[in-house]
């Protein structure tokens, strides 16, 4: 069965901490993204990459960087948590343009 | 870059109705389109999908229709049951060889039993 493992499904962190949100999927994948779910907003994107050690910028990009030094494992980082920045997030993966995108469970953040 | 528009944004049936879930793109190179459902405190799961060379696919009470010159796609589910009670995430891929599927803002279908 594939999958798409986050491993933190809930965090409460402080305003200015450093926040590690790691993703791990065991399809061999190129494809990674991380996505931002709130209510009335759909999924924005955050960052994807396509490669090992190569990150685009999404939609939302501002306040997060990540990284990926393995093709299984793709990690969201928050250098400095803030209040709006509470909020589910979803890593995805995919092995290429057409074809299906899988989720992982998601990772509820709150900032407090 | 691709937009894809979802309707309704809710949608509250009775069991034994049927919901559709309705999504518009813009692009005509598009050629994936898949249907994600989301249940509470879950990631999305997908439920179907098609391909711009069919313009229709069933499985069991769940079907997708596909007009590629009206650039809409539909998901259609039958008999609803109360366990259908989700979020429904529309989502176009494969235009052009862009790696980035482009997601609709989501249809939460209730089923009141």
């Keep these: 069965d594939v999958k798409v493992t986050q491993s933190s499904r809930y965090l409460v962190k402080r305003t200015g901490e450093k926040v590690f949100l790691e993703c791990?999927?065991?399809m061999d994948?190129?494809?990674m993204f991380w996505y931002r779910q709130d209510p009335g907003l759909g999924l924005r994107l955050i960052y994807f990459s396509y490669d090992v050690k190569m990150k685009e910028k999404g939609d939302i990009p501002?306040?997060?960087s990540v990284s990926r030094e393995k093709k299984e494992r793709f990690s969201l980082i928050l250098e400095s948590a803030s209040t709006n920045q509470?909020?589910?997030y979803l890593c995805a993966s995919h092995r290429g343009p057409g074809n299906t995108i899988y989720f992982g469970e998601g990772s509820w953040l709150t900032v407090v | 870059g691709e937009n894809v528009e979802q309707h309704p944004s809710t949608l509250s049936v009775q069991?034994?109705?049927s919901a559709v879930i309705k999504c518009t793109y813009s692009d005509s190179a598009s050629n994936y389109f898949p249907w994600y459902k989301q249940e509470l405190g879950k990631g999305p799961q997908l439920i179907i999908d098609i391909r711009s060379n069919v313009g229709e696919k069933k499985d069991q009470r769940i079907a997708v229709t596909l007009n590629k010159t009206a650039k809409h796609f539909s998901l259609h589910i039958t008999e609803t049951q109360p366990e259908d009670s989700a979020v429904y995430f529309c989502a176009v891929g494969?235009?052009?060889g862009s790696y980035i599927p482009t997601f609709g803002r989501g249809t939460s279908l209730i089923v009141h039993p």
């Design chain 2, 15 to 17: 069991e034994g109705d």
């Design chain 1, 24 to 26: 791990v999927q065991d």
């Design chain 2, 94 to 96: 494969g235009s052009g």
């Design chain 1, 86 to 88: 509470t909020s589910m």
């Design chain 1, 29 to 31: 994948h190129e494809n």
């Design chain 1, 62 to 64: 501002e306040g997060y």
